[in-house]
């Protein structure tokens, strides 16, 4: 009666082990088949894609990111959209949604600082390294690229930018505003603009890399700090964490770099 019980306590336990492994390894293969939904501000078109494909290769885990202005996403986020984390191009964005109690406590990231240059195609016959802010005024440009400053930080740090070099005015006429910076540096790449403010990590970029640019002196705008969250909503807080890691780690900011941004005195949580 004894061994009969025994045995039976025996395949119980024996049973209970099976499923722990098999729920622990099903866990595992959800975490690696369901993608880490990231939210990130134009901007970070290149470099981000750049740093999600070592995250991945490093820890196997799939990183599904979505481009647009900052702005936009934080409405979307205070509704409840389904995002992981957020990226944004400043550090206002990420701030309020802490203050709404709606990020993870220690999800708070300060991971770079953006800078603005101004833009011209290669074909361009003006001497825009020579002639700096006054090439905006030359009569050729009819046309001024920046993201909306309504919902997107660069585009609010161009206007800065023209405020204090006493050229807002006299260019207010000539902006057209793109929905984000991506598509401000679309519309000065395509020809549609002859001139754009834009983020230097879109200058740097393939397609945009042989054009004019002047770099915009940083102390001629207000920093364009950048910060990141990981949403109290995450599917997976894990995977969000390491995610923000690896962006904050060496390899991360050296990435950040190469794209032109300027590495933060600190890049870690809640700095």
């Not at 969000?240 to 904050?248: I, K, M, N, T």
Request: proline content about 5%; glycine content about 8%; cysteine-free.
């Amino acid at each position: 009666m004894n061994i009969l019980k025994h045995t039976r306590r025996y395949f119980v336990f024996l049973a209970i082990a099976v499923l722990l492994v098999a729920s622990g390894a099903g866990l595992r293969a959800h975490q690696q088949q369901t993608p880490l939904r990231v939210a990130a501000a134009a901007d970070l078109q290149f470099a981000l894609k750049d740093i999600a494909q070592q995250f991945e290769h490093q820890t196997r885990r799939k990183v599904e990111i979505t481009f647009g202005s900052s702005g936009n996403f934080f409405a979307q986020l205070q509704n409840g959209a389904p995002f992981d984390v957020f990226l944004s191009a400043d550090i206002e964005y990420p701030t309020r949604l802490e203050q709404s109690n709606l990020i993870e406590p220690n999800g708070f990231l300060k991971y770079a600082v953006g800078r603005i240059v101004v833009w011209m195609p290669a074909g361009s016959k003006i001497d825009l390294a020579g002639r700096k802010w006054d090439a905006l005024l030359d009569p050729t440009v009819q046309k001024i690229a920046i993201a909306n400053p309504e919902h997107a930080p660069y585009g609010r740090a161009a206007v800065d930018a023209l405020k204090r070099a006493g050229l807002y005015d006299k260019v207010q006429s000539k902006l057209v505003y793109g929905e984000n910076i991506s598509q401000a540096a679309q519309f000065a790449e395509s020809g549609n603009a002859q001139a754009g403010i834009i983020a230097l990590s879109l200058a740097v970029s393939p397609a945009m890399k042989s054009g004019q640019r002047w770099g915009v002196p940083v102390d001629q705008y207000a920093p364009i700090e950048q910060a990141a969250v990981i949403l109290k909503t995450a599917r997976d807080k894990e995977t969000a964490r390491a995610f923000l890691a690896f962006v904050s780690s060496d390899a991360g900011q050296r990435t950040l770099g190469n794209f032109g941004f300027a590495i933060p005195k600190v890049a870690s949580p809640n700095d």
